[in-house]
Each structure stands twice: as structure tokens, then as C-alpha cells.
């Protein structure tokens, strides 16, 4: 990748915590986000959007990653602030006074 492309989350530095790396169906890794300190799963290549199956596969992956590690009840998002163009989605903790 050209210098001036340079993509932090095509880099991917290992700064927090890796919990899985997947291959198959397609790539993608779980780790701790550094900023929210919440699992997301980063997608092992540079595109912006996935399909809904893919969403799901990462969903599903996002909450083995919860609940093995006992984090409650998630929700998912994928609104990509800092980096737009390479798709990412964090797995935030439903905070227990959110309405059902
Ligand atoms: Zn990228
Ligand atoms: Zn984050």
C-alpha cells in the first residue's frame, strides 16, 4: 500500500487485546478497540461496507467474544466516525438501565 493510503486498520499495530483471528469465510480480526476499550471486529480488507451476511458472521463472532469473556448484553455498531472507508464494527455493552 502506497505511503499516502497508509490505514490503521489495514496495519492493524497489536496495542490491545487480539482475541481471535478468522480466515474463514472471509478475514476479519476481534480485538480490543483502543479508544472504546470494547471488542469490534476489524475486517481483513480495505473496504468500506460488507454484506449482511458478513455482518452476521462478525455479529456472531462478536458475541462468542462477549460472552466468554462475560462483558452482558451488546449491541453493535458500525458507524464509522474516524475511519470511514474501512469497515469495522464494535460491539458496545448495553448499559443495564436502557429501556428493552
Ligand atoms: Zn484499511
Ligand atoms: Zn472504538
Known amino acids: 500500500m502506497a505511503e499516502s493510503t497508509r490505514c490503521e486498520l489495514c ?3 497489536r496495542t490491545t487485546r487480539w482475541f481471535a483471528q478468522v480466515f474463514e469465510p472471509f478475514p476479519f ?3 480490543e478497540c483502543d479508544s472504546c476499550d470494547v471488542p469490534m471486529a476489524v475486517l481483513g480488507e480495505h ?3 460488507v454484506s449482511p451476511q458478513e455482518r452476521q458472521v462478525m455479529q456472531l463472532a462478536l458475541e462468542w467474544v462477549a460472552k ?4 452482558g448484553e451488546l449491541f453493535f455498531d458500525d458507524r464509522m ?3 470511514p472507508d474501512h469497515y469495522h ?3 458496545r455493552v448495553r448499559p443495564k438501565w436502557w429501556p428493552r
Request: no cysteine; charged share 20%; proline share 0%.
Open 89 to 91: 464494527l464494535h460491539a
Open 29 to 31: 480480526t476481534l480485538l
Open 47 to 49: 473496504r468500506a461496507a
Open 68 to 71: 466468554t469473556h462475560d462483558l
Open 81 to 83: 466516525k474516524q475511519i
Open 11 to 13: 496495519e492493524l499495530a
